[in-house]
């Protein structure tokens, strides 16, 4: 299992960025995926999900009406977009297969993330 996320960086509050996660290594199109974040010094945050078609769909409340997830099983990659970034949301953001507590159980492997920051 291989999960390679990208698309971070740092930006002023307000605005916008599009992460990916390019999955290889098992049948992307199988597993339910999600998003999972950690801010220093907290633990970790699921905030998205997706089911293996995209047609269900899973936010925390801390990101709803936010953010977005997606998903090209055609291209094993899957995207959060967000949108009307806040300080709060600067974490390493990780993507993960399933859906609830299995994402953490499967803790190792995620992938090595993708850092966000969220400053003026």
């Known amino acids: 299992v291989q999960l390679v996320e990208s698309g971070g960086g740092m930006v002023q509050p307000g605005g916008s960025l599009r992460l990916s996660c390019a999955a290889s290594g098992f049948t992307f199109s199988s597993y339910d995926m999600s998003w999972v974040r950690q801010a220093p010094g907290k633990g970790p945050e699921w905030i998205s999900a997706i089911n293996t078609g995209g047609g269900s769909t899973y936010y925390a409340d801390s990101v709803k009406g936010r953010f977005t997830i997606s998903r090209d099983n055609a291209k094993n990659t899957l995207y959060l977009q967000m949108n009307s970034l806040k300080p709060e949301d600067t974490a390493l953001y990780y993507c993960?297969?399933?859906?609830?507590?299995?994402?953490?159980?499967?803790?190792?492997?995620w992938g090595q993330g993708t850092q966000v920051t969220v400053s003026s």
């Open positions: 993960a297969k399933g859906w609830g507590d299995y994402v953490f159980s499967d803790a190792g492997s």
